[in-house]
């Protein structure tokens, strides 16, 4: 079994927009990757072949069906290829970084099934609120079964 994603990271953005991939996830982006815009303003960075996975469960989505259609949009219009060049890093576009408010300092953490990049600020304030929030935030999970 596949473990999935985990940890935090604290990295910075270099003036050519390239961040470091975390040292221990590298050998999973061999064949590519791809970062997108994320919820909450972070970026979302995908394998390529999870990204794959997550492209065929959209594209059943009913194409009628509006919210399906924005979140299509959202996420593939934002999405860039990419590769680890010799030190590990990938090139973060412009809009992306702009789309995350990242200037410099970055938290990139594992999400399972994905990294996501955080500007270091933002990423203070959300996992405060999920912090502060915890309880309540479990409470409603049971709704999703966990």
């Known amino acids: 079994m596949l473990v999935g994603f985990m940890g935090r990271f604290d990295h910075t953005v270099d003036d050519k927009g390239r961040v470091a991939v975390p040292a221990k996830f590298r050998s999973r982006f061999a064949e590519g990757l791809v970062v997108t815009r994320g919820l909450e303003r972070c970026l979302f960075v995908y394998t390529a072949a999870d990204w794959g996975a997550l492209a065929e469960k959209i594209a059943k989505l009913p194409l009628t069906h509006a919210d399906a259609r924005n979140f ?27 789309y995350a408010r990242i200037q410099s300092d970055v938290v990139i953490i594992g999400a399972n099934t994905r990294l996501e990049i955080w500007a270091r600020d933002a990423w203070d304030q959300t996992i405060a609120k999920v912090e502060e929030e915890g309880e309540f935030i479990a409470e409603n999970l049971t709704a999703l079964g966990i």
Request: aromatic share 12%.
């Open 72 to 98: 299509s949009r959202f996420l593939f219009s934002g999405a860039a290829d990419a590769e680890l060049d010799r030190q590990g890093r990938i090139i973060v576009p412009a809009y992306l970084r702009d």
